[in-house]
């Protein structure tokens, strides 16, 4: 007999806001070929040597700045998540991170370990990009096949367009959308161009062709950009926000090679210098507030635009525990429930 479960998975966190913990945990991030994606010896170099003797001090700065007494918020939030959903569905469901603690071995383990054969794999990340969905799902692939061979494990798509996800989003920023405000920017993290290149499976299509991004095509599967421009569109079709109103940019690049632009950064000191006084920003990338949302949009992004000009900016909170983010998690459950059971 076949027992279904649930394997919820997020980005992750230092174990502390210590030096050593968010240095371990950068470590483990940027080797990640998939984020990084150098070949090892220039990726090694790079990390080690250029990267890691000065950045862990800078980051334990910024993660101090948001720590809570219960640890990191995206920990904190993403079990609760887990234990709100567990709450709605009748089988098992685990939480793991693609790096650091919880791991994918211990929460295989405990799936196991309660009767579980079908694992299903929920990331934590709407949109595909390989420094983050595709990832999460070779992490824990590599894990069932090493220590778990026995197990079968399926993973739910890219859910950017998902009616529920949208109107989830909408749910939880209701509230915000009803205040005085001059612009919304969908600030999405961003990836360097290339890997969109990567994953395009035509090998001709993204950044190449006019307009790559518009209407339907077989590498929007696969496209970041395309997914985070069709989920904006969603969102504001869904919520009423009036053209000329909103926009999208892309926060969060390392390096000097093109990330996706425009740039969040470059952005809001461009709508302070253009008049814009009052600002809203969401983060639809992230389903959990983290470091990127609460300090690099919230704290250094708010001062960016309000010394630029700017009056006000209000950080839109992600989706977190909102009841119909719950809800929508557990309509990919019940689907993939009754799919399995039908099969």
């Not at 995206?74 to 650091?100: F, G, H, N």
């Not at 940019?249 to 814009?276: C, H, I, M, N």
Request: charged letters at 25%; a neutral charge.
């Amino acid at each position: 007999m076949s027992k279904k479960g649930i394997l919820l998975m997020n980005l992750g966190s230092p174990d502390s806001t210590a030096v050593p913990d968010v240095r371990k945990y950068l470590r483990e991030f940027l080797m990640d070929g998939r984020v990084l994606d150098a070949p090892y010896p220039i990726r090694w170099f790079i990390v080690n040597c250029l990267i890691l003797p000065k950045r862990p001090k800078e980051s334990a700065h910024a993660y101090s700045t948001i720590w809570t007494k219960e640890g990191s918020p995206l920990i904190v939030t993403s079990k609760a998540v887990r234990r709100l959903l567990q709450e709605q569905v009748d089988v098992p469901v685990e939480l793991c991170m693609r790096y650091q603690a919880p791991t994918p071995e211990t929460a295989l383990a405990s799936l196991q370990k309660q009767g579980v054969t079908d694992v299903h794999l929920i990331p934590l990340f709407p949109h595909y990009a390989m420094s983050s969905f595709e990832t999460a799902i070779v992490r824990v692939q590599d894990a069932v096949n090493r220590s778990f061979p026995e197990l079968r494990l399926t993973s739910e798509e890219a859910y950017y367009n998902q009616p529920d996800y949208i109107e989830a989003m909408v749910a939880n920023a209701a509230e915000y959308l009803k205040q005085d405000y001059d612009h919304l920017l969908f600030s999405y993290h961003g990836i360097p161009e290339r890997h969109l290149k990567k994953s395009d499976p035509t090998g001709s299509h993204c950044l190449m062709a006019q307009d790559c991004c518009s209407g339907d095509h077989p590498a929007h599967k696969f496209c970041y950009r395309a997914q985070c421009f069709k989920t904006t569109e969603l969102f504001v079709q869904k919520a009423g926000i009036p053209t000329g109103k909103w926009s999208i940019s892309f926060q969060s690049r390392l390096g000097r090679d093109p990330w996706l632009k425009p740039y969040t950064d470059f952005e809001l000191e461009r709508f302070a210098k253009a008049g814009v006084k009052k600002m809203l920003v969401m983060c639809p990338a992230f389903v959990s507030d983290c470091l990127e949302t609460i300090e690099e949009i919230g704290v250094r992004g708010k001062e960016t635009f309000e010394s630029a000009g700017g009056e006000s900016l209000t950080l839109i909170p992600c989706m977190n525990e909102h009841p119909r983010w719950i809800e929508a998690l557990a309509g990919m459950v019940r689907r993939f429930t009754s799919a399995t059971a039908v099969g």
